[in-house]
C-alpha cells in the first residue's frame, strides 16, 4: 500500500468499529470516517474486541482502486493471482491476462492493488497492536488480553509480508536472503511523524524481513490460545495457526530442520494417524470435508471468513471468480468464467486415475457462456450468496511441508509417512505407494502439493521458492496453455492426453519479470522506494 494511502488507512478500525455497532449495511460499502477516532475504538474492551474483527474483514476484501473490495489481500482475487502465475489453471477472461501472461507494468491494477492492501492491512494491524497498548496502559484491559491481541495483529502483519515477499522480491535460496525484501512496517501512520517513519524506511533484504516475520510469529505462538470457540477456531488466529505458518515461512528459507521442529509440535511425527493435541487438527476423512464445512472441519488451520452479509460481492467471491457460468454441482447459478483447471495439471501422468479429488473437488461445466466443457473446481459452491471462506492454511500443508523437509534431509520413512497420509485418503488402494518410497520421493510431494492446493492460490508460492533449485525449479514462469488453443472436453483426457500447446511461452527465472514491480503509486509517495525499484521496471 503506498504511503498516500496509508495515512487515511488508520480510520479503517473506527470506521468497521461503527458499521458493527450500528448492523445496518454491508461493511464492503463503508468510506473512512474521519469523524471517528481511535480513542472510541479502543475505549472499552467490548470495541476493541469489534474493531480487531474488524481487522479480519479487512484482511478478506480490501479495496480495488479505491473502491469496492474484489477479495485483496487474502480472498478471491489474492487466490487466483496465486494460480494464474502459475500453470496449472488457465485463464479464460481479460482479467486476468496481464497476470496470465506476464504482461504486469508499475501500473497494472491487480500487482498494484495486491501489494497496497496488503499495506493497508498491515497498518491496520499495526493500529490494532498500538491501540491494544494503550488500553493495556489505561487499564482498559488486563495485560494478558492485550497480549493476545497484539499477538492476532502481529500473525496477520507475518502473513502479509511474507505475501509481499513471495510476489516482489527473489527467493530466499537466492543468495541466501541478500536480495532486496520489502519494507516490513511496524509502525501505525496515525501522524505525520508516523507517516515520515514509514517513508524513510527502505526494503532491507529478503532474510532480514524473514527474521521479522519470524520474531512476529514466535511471538504469535507463544501470546495466542490454543483454542477459540466455535468457528473463530478457524476464523480467528490461534497458537496453532502461527506454528503452521512457521511451517510455509521456514520452507521457503530452506530450513528444513526448522519445518520439522514446527510441524512436530502440530503432530507430524510418528506413524499415521496424524493429529494436533494442540488444536485438535487432523486431516479429514474426504478431501472435501474442508470445503463443505468451513468453520465446522477439523483440518482447516486458518481461514478469511466471508458471509452472506460480508464479502466481496459479485466481482469478488471465492465461488464467483472460480467457476463457470453454466451447470455445477449445487444447481445455483454459477460463476463468471474467469479460471478453470488447467489440462496441464488435469492430464499429469502423476495425478493417477481414480483419485477421489477429481470427482469430488472438479466438475465438467455442461454449459455456459464462454467456457463450455471445460473443469472447474468446486472447492468453492457458495454461489450467489459468496459466503465461502479463503483458506489460508490447512493441516495437509503442515504435513505435506514436514513431509518434503523430511525427504530433503534423509529421513524417506517419515516422508513417506506423511505423504501417504494426505494422498492415501483420495488415491485408490492400487495407487498407493505403500511402504516403498517413489524413486523421486522430493518429486512425489512436489506434484502431490499441486493437487491438493490447486484452486487455493498455492501454485506461485512454490514456483517461487523454487525458482533456483538446479533439480525441482521450473526454471522460472512455466509455459501455459492458451483459452483459444482448448478443444472443449477433448483437452481432458487424462488416460489418453492429446497434445497441447504451450502457446504462452515460459519466463526465465533470471527474466526481470519473474517478480512483480513496486506499484508506481508507492513510488510517487515514497522517496525512499522511489530509488529501490526493482530491476528493469
Sequence with gaps: ??????????????????????????????EPLNNLSETLAFSTPENIELSVNGVYQAAAVGEYE??????????????????????DMVNLQAFYAFTYESNYTTVTANNK????????????????????????????????????????????????????????????????????GVPYRTVAVTSGTAVNENTSLGRGTVAQAYTNILADLDFAEQNLPTQRAGATHVSRATSGAAIALKTRVKLHQLDYAGVIVEANKLGATGASPFTSSLGGYQLEVSPDEPFLNNSGNRESIFSVANSAVSNGGVNGALANMFAGSGANPTGAAGGRDLIATSPILWNASF??????????????????????????????RSYGVFADWAPIIRYAEVLLNSSEAHAR????????????????????????????PPADLIQAVLNERRIEFTAEGRRWPDIHRLGVDPVYGTGGIPAKIEFASLNGQASYNNLNPPTIARNIVAVPYSDFRFIWPIPQSELQANPTLAGEQNPEY
Design 351 to 380: 495425478w493417477v486415475d481414480g483419485d477421489l479429488r477429481r470427482e469430488l473437488l472438479h466438475f465438467r461445466q455442461t454449459g455456459g457462456t464462454a467456457a463450455y466443457a471445460l473443469v472447474y473446481t468446486s472447492k468453492y
Design 409 to 436: 534431509t534423509g529421513n524417506s520413512v517419515q516422508s513417506l509417512a506423511l505423504l501417504n497420509a494426505v494422498r492415501d485418503r483420495s488415491v485408490p488402494v492400487s495407487a498407493s505407494f505403500g511402504t516403498t
Design 1 to 30: 500500500m503506498n504511503l498516500m494511502i496509508t495515512k487515511r488507512a488508520y480510520t479503517f478500525v473506527a470506521a468497521t468499529l461503527l458499521f458493527a455497532m450500528s448492523g445496518c449495511k454491508d461493511f464492503t460499502e463503508l
Design 66 to 87: 479505491g473502491g469496492a473490495g474484489r477479495g485483496y489481500p487474502f480472498g478471491a482475487a489474492s487466490t487466483q493471482q496465486g494460480e494464474m502465475r502459475g500453470e
Design 113 to 180: 492493488n495486491h501489494w497496497e492492501q496488503l499495506y493497508a492491512l498491515i497498518n491496520q494491524a499495526n493500529v490494532m497492536i498500538e491501540g491494544v497498548a494503550t488500553a493495556v496502559s489505561q487499564g482498559i484491559i488486563s495485560a494478558d488480553v492485550g497480549a493476545a491481541y497484539e499477538a492476532e495483529g502481529r500473525f496477520l502483519r507475518a502473513l502479509s509480508h511474507h505475501e509481499l515477499l513471495v510476489y516482489f522480491c527473489r527467493p530466499y535460496a537466492d543468495g541466501n536472503g541478500s536480495h532486496p
